[in-house]
C-alpha cells in the first residue's frame, strides 16, 4: 500500500511537470497563429536640395540680384537667395542627430570670379580689400566681394511634428578669399529634430561692384551643402 501511494504521488508529480511545460509552450504556439507585416523603413541621408512649392526639385535654380548701371564709382547690388518657388530645403531622416550645418560656397572654389557670357569681363567676390572696392592680396588682380546674410530669412518647418528650434541663421559674412571661402546660413544643434525637413527663403546677397565695370551679364555659381556636425 505504501509503495502504490508513494507511486501516486510520483505519477502527480509528472503530471504537474507536464502542466507546467505545457504553459510554457502555450504562448508560443499562439504567436505562430498571428500574421506578422514586417517592414523597413531605412533612414536616408541628410540632403540639401532646391524645391519649389510643390516639393519638386527645380533642376537648375537661379536668382537675379538687382540691375546696376554702369558707374564711375564702386557701387552695390542686392539680392536674395531662396524664394517661395526656389526653396532652399535640408531634410534630415534621422541620421544626423548631432546636428549639421548648411553652409554656402563658390562651385567652382575660391578662385572664382563673376564672369559674362564669354568670360572676357569678371570681378571679384572674395575681396575685402576697402569693401570689395579694390583688389587685394589674391592673385586675380580683380576687385569685388559678396556678402552672405541668412539672418533676415525666413525658416520653415516643413513636417507634422519637427519644429525650428535650435536651429540658427547665419549672420552676415563676407567672403574672403583663403580665410572665408564658405558661409554658414544654417547652423543645427544637437537639440534640434532629429527628424525634421525644413526650408529657407530670403537669404540676403550683397555684391559689391567695381568701379566702371563694364556693362554686360555677369554670373557666379554658388553651391549649398548640407554637413552632419
Ligand atoms: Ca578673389
Ligand atoms: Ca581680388
Do not use: H
Not at 569685388?144 to 552676415?172: E, F, H, Q, V
Amino acid at each position: 500500500m505504501a509503495k502504490n501511494r508513494l507511486g501516486t504521488k510520483a505519477v502527480l508529480g509528472v503530471v504537474l511537470f507536464l502542466a507546467i511545460a505545457v504553459g510554457v509552450v502555450l504562448p508560443i504556439v499562439k504567436a505562430s497563429d498571428t500574421t506578422q507585416l514586417s517592414q523597413t523603413i531605412n533612414g536616408g541621408t541628410l540632403a540639401a536640395d532646391t524645391k519649389d512649392a510643390s516639393r519638386n526639385t527645380v533642376a537648375s535654380p537661379s536668382f537675379s540680384m538687382g540691375a546696376a548701371t554702369l558707374s564711375f564709382d564702386c557701387q552695390t547690388t542686392s539680392g536674395t537667395i531662396g524664394s517661395n518657388s526656389q526653396r532652399i530645403y535640408v531634410n534630415n531622416p534621422g541620421v544626423a542627430n548631432a546636428g549639421w550645418t548648411l553652409t554656402i560656397a563658390a562651385t567652382s572654389g575660391a578662385s572664382t570670379l563673376w564672369q559674362n557670357g564669354g568670360s572676357t569681363q569678371n570681378y571679384d567676390f572674395n575681396d575685402t580689400t576697402t569693401s570689395g572696392c579694390a583688389d587685394g592680396a589674391d592673385a586675380d588682380s580683380k576687385a569685388g566681394r559678396m556678402t552672405i546674410d541668412a539672418s533676415a530669412g525666413t525658416l520653415i518647418a516643413d513636417c507634422a511634428s519637427c519644429s525650428t528650434s535650435n536651429i540658427t541663421k547665419g549672420s552676415s559674412s563676407a567672403f574672403d578669399q583663403g580665410v572665408t571661402d564658405s558661409i554658414t546660413i544654417l547652423n543645427a544643434a544637437a537639440g534640434s529634430d532629429d527628424v525634421g525637413r525644413w526650408y529657407l527663403t530670403g537669404v540676403n546677397v550683397d555684391q559689391t561692384v567695381p568701379a566702371e565695370q563694364a556693362a554686360d551679364s555677369y554670373t557666379v555659381n554658388l553651391t549649398v551643402t548640407v554637413t552632419a556636425s
